[in-house]
T-cell receptor
Framework: DGGITQSPKYLFRKEGQNVTLSCEQNLNHDAMYWYRQDPGQGLRLIYYSQIVNDFQKGDIAEGYSVSREKKESFPLTVTSAQKNPTAFYLC??????????FGQGTRLTVV | SQQGEEDPQALSIQEGENATMNCSYKTSINNLQWYRQNSGRGLVHLILIRSNEREKHSGRLRVTLDTSKKSSSLLITASRAADTASYFCARGSNAGGTSYGKLTFGQGTILTVHP
């Protein structure tokens, strides 16, 4: 079954901790993306990567970091510098000039 | 930053009726995409329309794009209770190049279809 897998589905973070959200795709897509969604809002782009070992900041990159060491994987780290990390995080992937495919999301809560 | 507006913010209709959602934007685009989201879930792609296209259909869905007015609309005909979800328009700019997943989303329209 081809698709995008995000894990975990729910994640709890203590103040001051870094946490990493996983995103894996087996669609052979070159580009991958991380979005953040706050309640009642649309999605905002955090980071994106068009090829392995390369990535660019989106609109709200502060407090986040990413890596793209493999085509299939694009993990997102939410650092302690992110002051309001509680949100729903969505990963997506795409190939050239086609729509994005989204994972089922990770809900991060600060406790 | 988010650009443009979606209208209405919420729409409540009866099964069998048509639902129309509108999306306006401020800067030029190379494509516009409509997505659906069920509560607490990921997004499902509905239709992609490119800037040189005016209308696209997919089943009960019809999307129009008017680049002169910087607006798009999504029409769902003969709605069903299962169509209840949030619907988002997302704009792809030329800055995104060929990466059509680099999108700017609106706030969405919450559609409720009553059986």
């Amino acid at each position: 079954d081809g698709g995008i897998t995000q894990s975990p589905k729910y994640l709890f973070r203590k103040e001051g901790q870094n946490v990493t959200l996983s995103c894996e795709q087996n669609l052979n897509h070159d580009a991958m993306y991380w979005y953040r969604q706050d309640p009642g809002q649309g999605l905002r782009l955090i980071y994106y990567s068009q090829i392995v070992n390369d990535f660019q900041k989106g609109d709200i990159a502060e407090g986040y970091s990413v890596s793209r060491e493999k085509k299939e994987s694009f993990p997102l780290t939410v650092t302690s510098a992110q002051k309001n990390p509680t949100a729903f995080y969505l990963c997506a992937s795409s190939i050239t000039r086609t729509e994005a495919f989204f994972g089922q999301g990770t809900r991060l809560t600060v406790v | 930053s988010q650009q443009g507006e979606e209208d209405p913010q919420a729409l409540s209709i009866q099964e069998g009726e048509n639902a129309t959602m509108n999306c306006s934007y401020k800067t030029s685009i190379n494509n516009l995409q409509w997505y659906r989201q069920n509560s607490g879930r990921g997004l499902v792609h509905l239709i992609l329309i490119r800037s040189n296209e005016r209308e696209k259909h997919s089943g009960r869905l019809r999307v129009t794009l008017d680049t002169s007015k910087k607006s798009s609309s999504l029409l769902i005909t003969a709605s069903r209770a299962a169509d209840t979800a949030s619907y988002f328009c997302a704009r792809g700019s030329n800055a995104g190049g060929t990466s059509y997943g680099k999108l700017t989303f609106g706030q969405g329209t919450i559609l409720t279809v009553h059986p």
